[in-house]
C-alpha cells in the first residue's frame, strides 16, 4: 500500500481514487503480531494446563493420544509448512474444546491465523480419513467381537434389563446448527425447532459410541436414519452368539420391531408391560449420557453460530469430536462404564 500514499502525497491521484485503490488493495487477514508471543511447547504446560486447556487431557496422555492416532512426529502441510505432531493435535484440541476464535489461539502457538486454520483442517481430515471406519466398520474391530457383545449383554441384564440378549443401545441426535441461507427447509427440524443435522449412533455399556452414522438433515425421522445407514443389515450378521443365538440393541418407540432391534411396548400397557418398558427405559439413558459428553467436553460443536453449512465441514467435525470422546472415555472411562462395571479398551487397542 505504500505505492498509493505515495501517489495520493505527489498528487497523481486525488483522495477518492486513493480510497477506491486502499479498499481493492487492502489485506484481508488481520495484522496480528504472533512473533511477540514464545513458540508453543508442550512441556512448559502442568497437567491442570492440559486439563483446562486441552479438554480434560492429562499432558502425559495428549503425548500417547499422538501415538494412537499415528501423528508424525513432524507435520507438512499442503503449502510446505512445518510443524511438529504434537503442536498439530494440541491445535486441533484447542479449537474444538471451546467455540474460541482463532485469534485466541495466537498467545498460545504464536502462529499466524491463517496457519492455524491450515493445521486444523489438516488435523481434522487425518483424523476423519485414518479412522473413521472405526464407526462405519465397528463390527470388525476386536474390542466388539461376539464373546465381548454377550458380556455387554449380561452386564446390561445384571443392571436390571428386562431383557438378556440386549449388547447396546440406538438412538437420534439433533445438533443445532446456523440458519443456511438457502434450502432452509431441508435442515429444519419440526420437532426440535431448530435447524439442525442430525446423527444416528450405537452405544455400549463399557462407554463408548461403537457405530455412528451421518450427519443427515434434520428434517429426517429417525427410522429414515436406521434404513439408511444399513444397521439392520450388519446386526443380522454380526450380532449373534458364540452358539448362534441373536442379540440386540434397544431403542426408542420410533424404531421398528426386529430380532436384533427391540424397542418399548406402545398403546394401552399392562402392568408387566410398564415395568418392562420402565426397566429398559433406565438402561438406555446411557445414550443420552455419552450425548451429553461429547457436547461437555467439545463445546465447539455446541455454539451452532460456528456451525455453518458451506462455511465448515461441521458434519466432519462432529464425527472427529466423537472419536476423541471415545479416546478420552478409553483413557478414563466415564459415567456409564461406571455405572455397568464395564472397561473400556486400551487407547492403544481402539485406534490399532
Not at 502457538?109 to 485414518?130: D, E, H, K, S, V
Not at 443392571?159 to 441426535?173: H, L
Request: proline residues 5%; contains cysteine; hydrophobic residues 40%.
Amino acid at each position: 500500500m505504500a505505492f498509493v500514499q505515495d501517489a495520493l502525497n505527489e498528487d497523481i491521484i486525488d483522495p477518492e481514487e486513493y480510497l477506491l485503490l486502499y479498499n481493492l488493495n487492502k489485506r484481508n487477514n488481520l495484522n496480528v503480531q504472533y512473533n511477540d508471543y514464545n513458540k508453543f511447547n508442550l512441556e512448559s504446560y502442568n497437567d491442570d494446563e492440559c486439563n483446562t486447556f486441552f479438554r480434560r487431557f492429562r499432558k502425559e496422555d495428549i503425548y500417547r493420544l499422538q501415538r494412537a492416532l499415528q501423528i508424525e512426529d513432524d507435520v507438512k502441510c499442503v503449502n510446505g509448512l512445518k510443524v511438529t505432531g504434537i503442536e498439530t493435535l494440541c491445535i486441533l484440541l484447542k479449537r474444538f474444546a471451546y467455540p474460541c476464535r482463532y485469534i485466541d489461539m495466537v498467545p498460545m502457538f504464536a502462529r499466524p491465523i491463517p496457519q492455524l486454520c491450515m493445521i486444523t483442517n489438516m488435523a481434522l481430515n487425518y483424523i476423519y480419513n485414518g479412522f473413521e471406519h472405526l464407526f462405519s466398520n465397528c463390527f470388525r474391530q476386536p474390542w466388539l467381537s461376539p464373546g465381548n457383545m454377550e458380556r455387554f449383554a449380561a452386564a446390561i441384564y445384571d443392571s436390571g434389563a428386562a431383557i438378556d440378549n440386549c449388547w447396546g443401545f440406538v438412538d437420534g441426535t439433533v445438533r443445532p446448527i446456523c440458519r443456511p441461507g438457502e434450502h432452509q427447509r431441508i435442515v429444519y427440524n419440526g420437532h426440535k425447532r431448530v435447524h439442525s443435522l442430525k446423527f444416528q449412533s450405537v452405544v455400549t455399556p463399557n462407554g463408548l459410541i461403537a457405530n455412528l452414522f451421518g450427519p443427515i438433515e434434520g428434517c429426517r425421522h429417525d427410522a429414515f436414519m436406521l434404513r439408511e445407514s444399513n444397521l439392520l443389515q450388519q446386526l443380522e450378521r454380526y450380532a449373534v452368539r458364540l452358539n448362534g443365538d441373536p442379540l440386540c440393541i434397544y431403542g426408542d418407540p420410533a424404531y421398528p420391531l426386529r430380532v436384533h432391534l427391540q424397542a418399548p411396548f406402545k398403546g394401552n400397557l399392562t402392568q408387566g408391560q410398564q415395568d418392562f418398558n420402565r426397566s429398559m427405559s433406565q438402561a438406555r439413558v446411557s445414550v443420552e449420557w455419552l450425548f451429553r459428553d461429547i457436547i461437555e467436553n467439545w463445546k465447539f460443536v455446541d455454539f451452532k453460530k460456528t456451525q455453518k453449512i458451506g462455511l465448515s465441514a461441521i458434519g466432519k467435525i462432529y464425527v472427529v469430536c466423537c472419536l476423541l470422546t471415545n479416546a478420552h472415555t478409553c483413557l478414563y472411562g466415564n459415567i456409564t462404564s461406571k455405572t455397568f462395571k464395564l472397561d473400556p479398551p486400551a487407547l492403544e487397542e481402539y485406534f490399532r
